[in-house]
Nanobody, 125 residues
Framework: QFQLVESGGGLVQPGGSLTLSCVLS????????MGWFRQAPGEEREGVSC????????DYADSVKGRFTISRDNAKNTVYLQMNSLKPEDTAVYYC??????????????????WGQGTQVTVSS
């Protein structure tokens, strides 16, 4: 069964860090570019980061550049999002998604065919 499961969300103070994980089952990670998206209450879902199938190419939204790092371990079928210097505006449900190609091409949601159920990240003092 094709499945993506995110974990690692939680409550963190401003300036803190979290690492999200996305474990894939039912397919082999190494062939797919992977993305992280987020959706805040009352807002549209937005792209955060993308990583190519080999991991040699990454892309980030301007709002998270220099603070977030995407990585992958194809042997573990897992994608990560390291989030540092978190801000209250980073509060959202974070989703991982699989793209049916090896490379990233922006954050259009229609480019990603499979999605996880999301994990909540709350940044608050």
């Amino acid at each position: 069964q094709f499945q993506l499961v995110e974990s690692g969300g939680g409550l963190v103070q401003p300036g803190g860090s979290l690492t999200l994980s996305c474990v894939l089952s039912g397919f082999t990670l190494e062939y797919y570019a992977m993305g992280w998206f987020r959706q805040a209450p009352g807002e549209e879902r937005e792209g955060v980061s993308c990583i190519s199938s080999s991991g040699d190419s990454t892309d980030y939204a301007d709002s998270v550049k220099g603070r977030f790092t995407i990585s992958r371990d194809n042997a573990k079928n897992t994608v990560y999002l390291q989030m540092n210097s978190l801000k209250p505006e980073d509060t959202a449900v974070y989703y991982c998604a699989a793209r049916g190609f090896s490379h990233c091409a922006g954050f259009r949601m229609s480019y990603f065919g499979s999605w996880g159920q999301g994990t909540q990240v709350t940044v608050s003092s």
